[in-house]
Nanobody, 124 residues
C-alpha cells in the first residue's frame, strides 16, 4: 500500500534551517508529482511547494519563495524540503502529498495520499 513518511521536523530559531524528508513506498514514485503542504491548528491547509515527477520543474507559494527549496531523489523514492531563513509564521505541521498524476497539485482535492506530518516549530 502507499506510504508517505515525513521526518526532519523539530525546533529551529528564527533565521535557522531545517530539512524535511518524505520517504515514499507502494507506488512508482518517479511517475507522480509531489507536494509539501502545511497546516496550523485552526487554519486551513496551505500548499507550500510542488515538483514534477522528473524534478525539472518546481513551484512555490509566495510565502516561502526564495527561502524553501523542494527536491526529490527518484532513486531513493524520497522527497525533500530545504527550509532556510525560517520565520515564526512557518510554524506548522508539514505534510508531503502525492498528486493523482503528472501535474503539480496545489489543492487538497488533487492529492490522493498524504503522510502523517512532521511538526516544525520556529521560535527563539
Amino acid at each position: 500500500q502507499v506510504q508517505l513518511v515525513e521526518s526532519g521536523g523539530g525546533l529551529a530559531q528564527p533565521g535557522g534551517s531545517l530539512r524535511l524528508s518524505c520517504a515514499a513506498s507502494g507506488f512508482t514514485f518517479s511517475s507522480y508529482s509531489m507536494s509539501w503542504a502545511r497546516q496550523v491548528p485552526g487554519k486551513g491547509l496551505e500548499w507550500v511547494s510542488g515538483i514534477l515527477p522528473d524534478g525539472t520543474v518546481t513551484s512555490y507559494a509566495d510565502s516561502v519563495k526564495g527561502r524553501f527549496t523542494i527536491s526529490r531523489d527518484n532513486a531513493k523514492n524520497t522527497l525533500y524540503l530545504q527550509m532556510n531563513s525560517l520565520k515564526p509564521e512557518d510554524t506548522a505541521l508539514y505534510y508531503c502529498a502525492k498528486s493523482f498524476g503528472y501535474s503539480i497539485a496545489t489543492l487538497p482535492k488533487e492529492y490522493d495520499y498524504w503522510g502523517q506530518g512532521t511538526q516544525v516549530t520556529v521560535s527563539s
